[in-house]
């Protein structure tokens, strides 16, 4: 029998039993049980204490064992389906009958309003992250959600490629971009317009109403905002503040992420939120999902959407570690080799040339909206060239 099979089986049998479908942690457990992985693996992949991860596989094993009426363990799990005989051993009138199905259909969403949101594009790697997406959206219910990085990470891509498969949890699914820094009243208006196409929202009324309308629609319905390109209301200094004009939008975070309501505010930005910074922890409300960049395979199978490449396996990693995985710069070195070098990955690298011209402005956002003290940082670690210790660092600025 395989996993998935088992996995729907075992569905079905908890809903025949009245009880509640398995959350995305505890498919992640069983999972790790079928595959004789560790609970410190699944925490890994989640972004989870170990010890939370062991309480809620403490309590699942014990909901199986009276569901099965047969001890189940980590340890036991996978060899439950063993014997042949097993299914029909408590397949009695006072048992479930387990049976095998395609799973639960999810009804589709009343509304879903996608805007400039990127469709059809390629998606490499990332299922760990969404996995933990699913599982702080849909099984915690967090409120405020935020995808953290530096530019071409892949935070907009990871956002879409979620908003498409969880979209069916929803009621309401709406996607905006702050990328020309709309001011709060033009997002609320547009959110409202969306939430109550036959009840227009008055021009006239205040920010504050705005605001508790929206709240009130999030506690009535389901829905999920994705508001891309956060980065744009944010002043960029080491004070991680907002642009003069633009604090109003932190009073609209620290009330979707503080107010009692059944939906969900996602957020992408190239740096940290303020309210993000004060409201997130492991067990609240409000998760904050740092990404880095794609794992080697990954890696590897979006330069070669590009084009033929040749190197070494060596070169292959000095590559895309010399990039730190980030997708979009990858890219750009893709398109560069192929060009330049005629796919000829040693030769790039052998010229010693990282930073060409499409490098260089992915790079100088980011430098531009550093503060003295940190381009005094960068540029003491430039000239040590190795890895420094902090004291070195305080005496050399």
């Not at 025949?16 to 457990?29: C, F, M």
């Not at 387990?98 to 879903?112: D, E, N, Y």
């Not at 006239?204 to 389901?222: F, G, K, P, V, Y």
């Not at 999902?289 to 330069?303: P, Y």
């Amino acid at each position: 029998m395989l996993f998935e099979d088992m996995l729907a089986a075992l569905e079905q049998t908890l809903t025949n039993a009245g009880n509640n479908q398995l959350t995305v942690l505890e498919k992640n457990i069983l999972a790790a049980a079928w595959e004789q992985e560790s609970y410190a693996t699944v925490a890994e992949r989640l972004y989870l204490t170990e010890g939370h991860v062991k309480d809620v596989a403490a309590g699942l094993w014990q909901q199986l064992s009276h569901v099965l009426q047969v001890k189940v363990s980590k340890k036991t799990f996978r060899g439950l389906t063993e014997p042949r005989d097993f299914w029909t051993t408590w397949q009695t009138d006072s048992s479930p009958l387990l049976t095998v199905t395609s799973g639960k259909q999810v009804p589709a969403p009343h509304t879903i309003d996608w805007a400039d949101a990127p469709a059809g594009q390629p998606f490499w790697g990332r299922q760990a992250e969404l996995k933990t997406l699913q599982a702080w959206i849909v099984d915690d219910h967090c409120r405020l959600v935020a995808l953290q990085g530096m530019g071409g990470i892949g935070k907009t891509a990871l956002a879409a490629t979620a908003g498409q498969q969880l979209q069916g949890d929803f009621e309401y699914v709406i996607w905006r971009s702050l990328l020309n820094a709309p001011p709060l009243t033009e997002t609320l208006m547009a959110l409202l317009t969306f939430f109550n196409d036959s009840t227009p929202t008055s021009q006239s009324a205040s920010l504050d109403d705005m605001i508790l309308s929206l709240l009130e629609h999030l506690r009535q319905h389901r829905c999920w905002i994705i508001l891309d390109n956060v980065e744009a209301i944010l002043s960029g200094d080491s004070e991680l503040t907002y642009r003069p004009g633009y604090e109003d939008y932190d009073q609209l975070l620290q009330r979707v992420g503080t107010a009692a309501h059944q939906s969900c505010l996602l957020l992408t930005s190239r740096e940290k939120l303020p309210v993000i910074a004060r409201l997130s922890g492991p067990h609240k409300p409000a998760r904050a999902l740092e990404m880095s960049g794609l794992r080697s395979s990954a890696a590897k199978r979006l330069v070669q959407a590009f084009g033929e490449f040749m190197g070494h396996e060596t070169d292959w990693l000095k590559l895309i570690e010399q990039y730190q995985g980030n997708p979009l710069a990858l890219e750009l070195a893709a398109k560069h080799i192929g060009d330049v070098f005629f796919g000829d990955i040693t030769a790039f690298l052998a010229t010693g040339k990282a930073v060409f011209a499409d490098i260089q402005n992915l790079l100088q956002w980011h430098c531009d909206r550093l503060s003295e003290s940190e381009h005094q940082v960068l540029r003491w670690l430039a000239i040590n060239r190795e890895a420094t210790s902090l004291e070195t660092l305080r005496q050399d600025i």
